[in-house]
């Protein structure tokens, strides 16, 4: 496998801007990253929103539940941000898809929580109407998330997000998926067996020029930075 290592702004460059925003996304695109990746969540009116945590922190100090609140409630006030002077909204998924369109980007697309098949196959479905499907690698911590977008989708790259060492990850060669690990637990060894697979490796999260040495030498595929911009030479 030819080994060209690509940087990932971590929910966009999230080290200057609230992350998972629109303007972390579009400064992702303007200091150099080769993608963005974005968490999804699902609204209470079925709306597909870009947002970590479960809960959307605003900016008077309160808080919503995501998966309870509708997407007029969501985007009622702007969210908290404490890294720059704008002013940040909840953004859609399909804002982010635009943005990351719109430049040519990679997209790291990771579902959080559990999806029903409905849903997962309206995160496809979006993705093919407006950017690219070849451009974009669906990821989870949720295995049946994977199994279910496998069995809709069983030619699309689909990706196991890895946290924990007692985690068994030899059970993505039975599906085919690749990995998106934190950096701290992998292996040349673990590297190596995906690739013997022809299946890809994704770090995360590297934040000094130290760690991305280390990344660097185990000849991964992608390399997810919340400071990209600054340990990327």
């Keep these: 496998m030819e080994n060209k290592v690509r940087m990932i702004g971590h929910r966009g460059y999230s080290s200057a801007y609230p992350d998972n925003t629109e303007i972390a996304f579009i400064k992702a695109v303007e200091n150099g990253s080769g993608g963005a990746e974005t968490d999804v969540r699902i609204t209470k009116d079925g709306i597909l929103v870009v947002n970590h945590n479960d809960e959307a ?13 509708t997407y007029e409630e969501l985007t009622a006030k702007p969210l908290k941000n404490t890294k720059s002077d704008d002013t940040v909204y909840l953004c859609t998924f399909r804002r982010y898809l635009e943005i990351m369109r719109d430049n040519n980007m ?33 990821q ?5 998330n994977l199994i279910k977008a496998r069995e809709m989708f069983p030619d699309l790259p689909l990706m196991l997000t890895y946290g924990s060492e007692e985690e068994d990850y030899k059970r993505c060669f039975d599906y085919g998926f690749s990995l998106d690990a934190y950096y701290g637990i992998v292996t040349k060894e673990m ?29 991964v595929d992608y390399i997810e930075s919340d400071v990209f911009g600054k340990i990327n030479a």
Aim: hydrophobic fraction near 45%.
């Design 57 to 69: 922190a605003f900016i008077d100090g309160t808080e919503l539940l995501v998966a309870e609140a």
């Design 106 to 138: 990679i997209c790291f697309v990771e579902l959080k929580g559990e999806f029903s098949d409905e849903k997962v196959r309206e995160v496809f479905e979006t993705v093919e109407k407006v950017y690219d499907l070849s451009k974009c690698i669906m």
């Design 140 to 144: 989870s911590f949720d295995f049946n």
């Design 191 to 219: 590297i190596k067996e995906f690739h013997d697979r022809n299946l890809e490796v994704a770090l995360w999260t590297v934040n000094n020029k130290e760690a991305l040495d280390y990344c660097l030498s185990l000849g």
